[in-house]
């Protein structure tokens, strides 16, 4: 217990310039969570204070009990596509009920050590799934910059210059916070024709408060909202994994995953409980986060607080906050996110592996929807595993006293069509499969070794099966119809 509380600690607190640096990144990522919250609102269908309050609170409790330090949670568009139909045909009562099973059914996931099933997420899903967000990224600033005037792209431009070119002033103040501070002075000092943070919708003019949903405690009430809640804990832990795994990437440092998932469930039942939708993960905000310097839990807070300051004491001067400013950081976080090199690795890497990482990218653009990319892309990848796999094996024949088979590789249900045709009829000959250099994997490889002795029992031989290692002995004396091993403390007999 005294080292979880130590690394606990280092996980706030390392020195005083490294918090300096988180309490800073914060900052830029609550003025770049507003217009997002207020989007996504607005994808919900709900009042922009239930984005608003959600990213408030989970951002907040995640920071305290969430596995990985510096990663931004917050009201996300993966989870707020889900509950347009929800809060349309029940109200929103019943997104805030939905919203805590949504956590109670993370924090069991969390016990029951789901998040392991990332073990089978392969590299080039991950780089898929990035490229695919940082593309989503760039084409969600379009409607800010289509239809507006010359100052628009001007403070736009300005804000990339700021951004790209101050570190190589200063690095102790994020180039991102000095572009929009910039940018607002600019644009607020001269009065000039540009949208606003305020523009998107109106901000909530004080803190939230607690209750419980206003909803019957009924099995007609858990009819309605389960299907909702098993899908948005589903999407929200698979994004929060996914960004954990690439906020792990990018500070070369291990999250603890398990605790990740809880976190995101404890998070999002409080959000509820305080009128907020439910949320996860953000790569967006993340990325800002730890190019900014933030990598502890101090920044992750910092962000949720001083985005409830600038909800309740700062309002009217965020409300005034030029959108151009922020579309500059959201394109600096959508270059930064994409996987460059991943262009010139579609030459050099394995063909399989270019095709998995595209298909992730386009199935998640056209149908922005991040859960049917990476399930896309996962499914495609255990198909071309499964297909090399399959190969990796041959039977070779031999005469001597009689014929012998020497099988070696991997027998499972992808390959036991190729294992079965390898062997012919042989008559009366005596047969030994010698399968020494084999292991059978599944009760579909057992079924294909019974019914080649039976073939060839059937056609008069007499068949002998020697070599089975330890494993595959136990499988087939489970399974088999035909032979059995006996195979006793790893002894094998003819």
């Known amino acids: ?35 997002e919250a207020i989007g996504f609102s607005i994808i919900a269908g709900v009042d922009p204070a239930v984005g608003l309050y959600a990213s408030v609170a989970i951002a907040i409790v995640i920071s305290l009990i969430g596995g990985r330090p510096g990663m931004i949670s917050a009201a996300t568009a993966a989870v707020a596509v889900l509950i ?43 780089t898929g799934f990035v490229n695919a967000l940082a593309i989503l990224i760039f084409l969600a600033q379009l409607p800010q910059l289509t239809g507006v005037t010359w100052h628009s792209y001007a403070l736009v431009a300005g804000g990339l210059a700021i951004i790209y070119l101050f570190p190589r002033v200063t690095k102790a103040v994020p180039s991102p916070l000095v ?69 792990d990437d990018m500070t070369d440092s291990d999250s603890d995953k398990r605790r990740e998932c809880a976190g995101q469930g404890g998070a999002n039942i409080v959000a509820a409980l305080f009128g907020g939708m439910g949320g996860c993960a953000m790569i967006g905000q993340s990325v800002i986060n730890v190019t900014s310097g933030g990598r502890s839990r101090l920044s992750t807070f910092v962000a949720g607080g001083f985005l409830l300051v600038l909800l309740t004491l700062l309002g009217p001067f965020v409300g005034r906050m030029p959108m151009p400013a922020l579309v500059a950081v959201m394109v600096m976080v959508s270059i930064g996110t994409f996987s460059w090199n991943s262009i010139a690795n579609l030459r050099r890497h394995p063909a399989t592996s270019s095709i998995v990482m595209l298909t992730t990218v386009v199935v998640v653009v056209a149908t922005r929807d991040l859960s049917l990319g990476v399930l896309a892309g996962v499914l495609l990848s255990g198909i071309f595993f499964a297909g090399k796999v399959q190969r990796m094996f041959a039977v070779e024949r031999s005469m001597d006293d009689g014929v012998t088979y020497r099988v070696t590789g991997e027998i499972f249900f992808a390959s036991v069509d190729r294992f079965t045709r390898a062997f012919r009829p042989e008559g009366t000959t005596p047969v ?32 002998d099966v020697i070599g089975y290692n330890r494993a595959s002995a136990a499988l087939v004396d489970r399974f088999a119809l035909h032979d059995k091993t006996g195979v006793e403390l790893g002894v094998v007999p003819h």
């Open 432 to 463: 030994t499969i010698d399968v020494s250099g084999a292991h059978f994997w599944d009760i579909s490889g057992v079924g294909a070794l019974d019914k080649i002795v039976a073939r060839l029992r059937r056609d008069g031989a007499v068949v």
């Open 1 to 35: 217990m005294p080292l979880i509380s130590r690394t606990y600690r280092r996980q706030w607190f390392t020195d005083g310039a490294a918090a300096r640096r988180d309490v800073l990144a914060g900052i830029v990522v609550a003025l770049a969570l507003i217009p």
């Open 84 to 126: 347009g139909p929800l809060v349309r045909d029940h109200g929103v009562a019943y997104l805030f009920a939905a919203t805590i099973l949504m956590g109670v059914i993370q924090i069991a996931a969390g016990l029951l050590r789901l998040d392991l099933v990332m073990q089978f997420v392969s590299r080039s899903v991950i």
């Open 179 to 247: 572009a929009i501070l910039v940018l607002s002075a600019i644009s607020i000092g001269l009065a000039l024709p540009v949208n606003t943070v305020g523009d998107m919708g109106r901000l909530p003019d004080g803190l939230p408060g607690l209750a419980l949903p206003q909803v019957p405690l009924t099995f007609e009430t858990l009819r309605i909202i389960l299907p909702y809640s098993l899908t948005m804990a589903a999407v929200g832990l698979l994004e929060s994994l996914l960004t954990a795994q690439i906020v």
